[in-house]
């Protein structure tokens, strides 16, 4: 079964691309019904093994969308040491000047670090998929405040 809703997901992506993928993540996760019932815009993260596509909603509708090129397969972890990482999380780190590198230990508090929720939003929502996970923000903000 995950075989075959990995290759849906593939199969979605090539043919409606990332713009289409993200309205439809975001719709499925419910991420369009609570900005619709809160009134507030709402940011859907649905992050997949190499990239995280996100969708925009205000009042239920989709405003805008993006794709970042990082996702959740981007380490691979060996008896507590990172055995792999892929050179945008190396350079992501380095910039962030997180002590994560290959060859290095792999505790959770350093891997969390990497993907860190601030800048004055909260999380909230989140579901599995078959990609990876999916999770919502909101601002604190009505969504026609700007």
């Known amino acids: 079964m995950r075989a075959i809703a990995d290759v849906a997901g593939e199969f979605v992506v090539a043919t409606a691309g990332a713009d ?25 993260l649905d992050i997949g093994g190499g990239t995280t596509n996100i969708c925009v909603f205000e009042n239920g509708n989709m405003v805008d969308t993006a794709c970042l090129d ?11 040491r990172v055995t792999y990482m892929a050179p945008k999380l190396q350079w992501l780190c380095g910039r962030l ?4 590198a290959e060859g290095g230990t792999a505790e959770p508090e350093k891997a969390a670090q990497t993907h860190r929720c ?11 998929g078959a990609g ?3 999770a919502f923000l ?5 969504s026609s405040g700007g």
């Open 138 to 142: 909101h601002a604190d903000q009505p």
């Open 97 to 100: 000047e997180i002590d994560l």
């Open 20 to 44: 289409l993928e993200s309205v439809l993540a975001g719709k499925g996760a419910g991420a369009a019904d609570l900005s619709q019932k809160t009134g507030k815009r709402v940011v859907n």
């Open 70 to 80: 990082i996702g959740g397969r981007l380490t691979r972890v060996k008896d507590g």
């Open 132 to 134: 990876g996970s999916r």
């Open 118 to 128: 601030d800048g004055g939003t909260s999380c909230g929502g989140s579901a599995s």
